[in-house]
């Protein structure tokens, strides 16, 4: 398994994050936390609305039935999200946010606690307070947020003392905005305009980890065997042979390629398909490779 250093600090993580969103779903929860980890997949993502609280309960429960020891995990949750009402980032709502999952994870601390989604009406000096005293009282040991463009994360940054070390965004082969701007300086065309503030050279210059979320998502659900997108389809397997590796670990392999060091978020519950992706993330791909792939999923360069 491929290990990356967790934003600026100096912790060692694994380059593949499973993510719990759907471990509701799993036939066997144990067997899928067990297969992640003796694959080097030691970074968990959770957070407190999924399955209305449910997941974590879930994950608790099968973790207690494995050997694996909560010191050699890497846990994380969000928070922030009222679904269906509004965003809170309110001193009251992330404390018991974080307690809420803590009680349901069964643990004393995360490892990491991302703030879910941009609350408009948020007040930086009241999620300094919220940090701090999570920090002070040990409940959580690192900060990121999840969704930010530059000018939010710099906002937060005013107050809060904490490095925010990740920065959770949607990125994969069908959906390459902030490499498209990138690429498009100085041009007129759609891929050229910049929806998110050149999030992708802030994350890089500040040394934020971006945790690649729903990274097999296109236009119409999963775009691996898709048979709308033939000719992305057709170098994934072209490819995927080449390297010994199924498309699904060659799309991972794409987005660990870059070098901005993110980390993948496997979503997936089916355990050959755990196994696959993390496999790839020791795969290098060649710089003509990543590019044929990048055009292949309709991109074009200018």
């Given at each position: 398994?491929?290990?990356?250093?967790?934003?600026?600090?100096?912790?060692?993580?694994s380059?593949?994050?499973l993510g719990?969103?759907r471990?509701g779903?799993?036939?066997?929860?144990?067997?899928?936390i067990?297969t992640a980890?003796?694959?080097?997949?030691t970074?968990?993502?959770?957070?407190?609305?999924?399955?209305?609280?449910?997941?974590?309960?879930?994950f608790?429960?099968?973790?207690?039935?494995?050997?694996?020891?909560r010191e050699?995990?890497?846990?994380?949750?969000k928070c922030g999200?009222?679904k269906?009402?509004?965003y809170?980032?309110?001193?009251k709502?992330?404390?018991?946010?974080?307690?809420?999952?803590l009680?349901?994870?069964?643990m004393?601390?995360?490892?990491?606690?991302?703030?879910?989604r941009?609350?408009t009406?948020?007040d930086p000096?009241?999620?300094?307070?919220?940090f701090?005293?999570?920090?002070s009282?040990?409940?959580?040991?690192?900060?990121?947020?999840s969704?930010?463009?530059?000018?939010?994360?710099?906002l937060?940054?005013?107050?809060?003392?904490?490095?925010l070390?990740?920065?959770q965004?949607?990125?994969?082969?069908?959906h390459?905005?902030?490499?498209?701007?990138?690429?498009?300086?100085?041009?007129?065309?759609?891929?050229?305009?910049?929806?998110?503030g050149?999030?992708?050279?802030?994350?890089?210059?500040?040394?934020?980890t971006?945790q690649?979320?729903?990274?097999?998502?296109?236009p119409?659900?999963?775009?691996?065997?898709?048979?709308?997108?033939?000719e992305?389809?057709?170098?994934?397997?072209?490819?995927?042979e080449?390297?010994?590796t199924?498309p699904t670990?060659?799309?991972?392999?794409?987005?660990?390629?870059?070098?901005a060091?993110?980390q993948v978020?496997?979503?997936?519950m089916?355990i050959?398909?755990?196994?696959?992706?993390?496999?790839?993330?020791?795969?290098?791909?060649?710089r003509?490779?990543w590019?044929?792939?990048?055009?292949?999923?309709?991109?074009?360069?200018?």
């Amino acid at each position: 398994m491929k290990k990356i250093k967790y934003g600026s600090s100096d912790i060692d993580v694994s380059a593949v994050i499973l993510g719990l969103m759907r471990i509701g779903t799993a036939e066997n929860p144990v067997k899928v936390i067990e297969t992640a980890y003796d694959n080097g997949i030691t970074f968990f993502d959770h957070a407190d609305i999924y399955g209305d609280g449910e997941s974590e309960i879930i994950f608790a429960d099968a973790l207690k039935k494995t050997s694996i020891k909560r010191e050699d995990l890497f846990i994380q949750s969000k928070c922030g999200i009222v679904k269906g009402k509004m965003y809170n980032f309110s001193k009251k709502h992330i404390i018991e946010s974080v307690e809420g999952s803590l009680k349901r994870l069964d643990m004393d601390y995360l490892d990491s606690l991302l703030l879910h989604r941009p609350d408009t009406l948020v007040d930086p000096e009241e999620v300094a307070e919220a940090f701090n005293q999570l920090e002070s009282e040990g409940k959580v040991r690192h900060f990121g947020v999840s969704n930010f463009n530059p000018g939010q994360v710099e906002l937060l940054k005013k107050s809060v003392k904490q490095p925010l070390l990740a920065n959770q965004l949607q990125f994969g082969l069908m959906h390459t905005g902030m490499v498209d701007a990138g690429l498009n300086v100085n041009r007129t065309e759609a891929a050229s305009v910049d929806h998110d503030g050149m999030i992708l050279e802030y994350s890089r210059i500040n040394d934020m980890t971006i945790q690649a979320w729903s990274p097999y998502q296109g236009p119409n659900g999963v775009f691996i065997g898709d048979e709308n997108l033939p000719e992305l389809n057709v170098k994934l397997q072209e490819l995927a042979e080449k390297y010994g590796t199924t498309p699904t670990g060659l799309a991972s392999a794409w987005i660990l390629h870059h070098p901005a060091n993110m980390q993948v978020i496997a979503g997936s519950m089916n355990i050959g398909r755990i196994e696959q992706i993390a496999k790839a993330s020791e795969i290098e791909l060649s710089r003509e490779d990543w590019y044929s792939l990048y055009l292949a999923a309709g991109n074009k360069l200018p």
